[in-house]
């Protein structure tokens, strides 16, 4: 989360409206325990010194800093002017407002980058997945690496299915606000392939992982479209989110939380 939104599939452009629900602060508070899981996902990334890579789904940068140690050059792109700005404020060399939905068509996809890396983005771009990888392709050189970590199939599964229940008991089509796009291995080996990849490595990865705050804290970070239908009244947005973590109670251990993550890490070739 490293994030785009709605850490990425929010458009550029609703952000630059004031339509940004992201929140760099709260990510920080809530949810800093994204990047700092992120090492494996760089160390299949393997950077190397006269690389230059771009960063899809950047977030607050905090992975990204870590790039510019090891390679030559980082493009930190995501969907959320508020992210891209916390990027910036921790010192990234080149952070932008853009959405993967439009790498396509950016004047970024020329072919230019060794590697695109994502972590923690992909599976806010939701909208057209497809298109994603046909602007990663774009922006890549012959030969080039796509190496990145997403929400996989049943990722947060508790979680997203507490919120499914709660709008559903107050008559709100949850489809209608469920901003993820969680795949298993099979899809999105298709999905790859199907846009000028091949897959050299894809797996699913089950982690227990512990929460900065509580499931309260960790919705409002991150399941902020599944409280869009009452962001006109905070005592109904209030009672959606305790009413989820109140019946997660087996999530938390002596006042720690923890959700169940799936992630799907995986690493491709432009061919």
């Not at 559903?168 to 489809?175: A, L, N």
Request: proline share 4%; hydrophobic share 40%; charged share 25%.
């Amino acid at each position: 989360m490293a994030h785009q939104a709605p850490t990425s599939s929010v458009d550029a452009a609703a952000a630059a409206n004031g339509d940004d629900k992201w929140s760099s602060q709260k990510y920080v508070q809530h949810a800093s325990f994204v990047p700092a899981l992120g090492a494996p996902v760089l160390q299949l990334l393997d950077p190397q010194p006269h690389e230059h890579i771009l960063d899809l789904g950047a977030g607050d940068g905090v992975l990204t800093l870590d790039l510019e140690k090891r390679a030559k050059s980082v493009v930190a792109i995501d969907s959320s002017a508020d992210m891209v700005a916390g990027a910036q404020k921790n010192g990234c060399q080149d952070a932008r407002v853009v959405d993967g939905h439009d790498l396509v068509d950016h004047e970024l996809a020329n072919g230019q980058f060794d590697a695109v890396f994502s972590n923690a983005a992909l599976h806010w771009m939701k909208r057209d997945p497809a298109r994603v990888i046909q602007g990663v392709h774009k922006s890549l050189k012959s030969g080039g690496r796509f190496v990145g970590e997403m929400g996989g199939h049943m990722n947060v599964t508790e979680v997203r299915s507490g919120l499914h229940a709660a709008l559903k008991k107050r008559g709100v089509d949850p489809e209608q606000h469920d901003p993820w796009f969680f795949p298993g291995t099979s899809t999105y080996t298709r999905l790859l392939e199907g846009n000028g990849f091949r897959v050299d490595s894809i797996e699913l990865i089950p982690r227990y992982t512990r929460l900065n705050t509580d499931i309260v804290g960790w919705i409002d970070t991150f399941g902020f479209s599944f409280l869009a239908p009452f962001e006109q009244d905070e005592k109904t947005r209030r009672e959606v989110m305790e009413e989820v973590q109140s019946n997660l109670k087996f999530s938390e251990d002596e006042g720690v939380w923890y959700i169940m993550y799936v992630r799907l890490r995986f690493k491709a070739t432009k061919i």
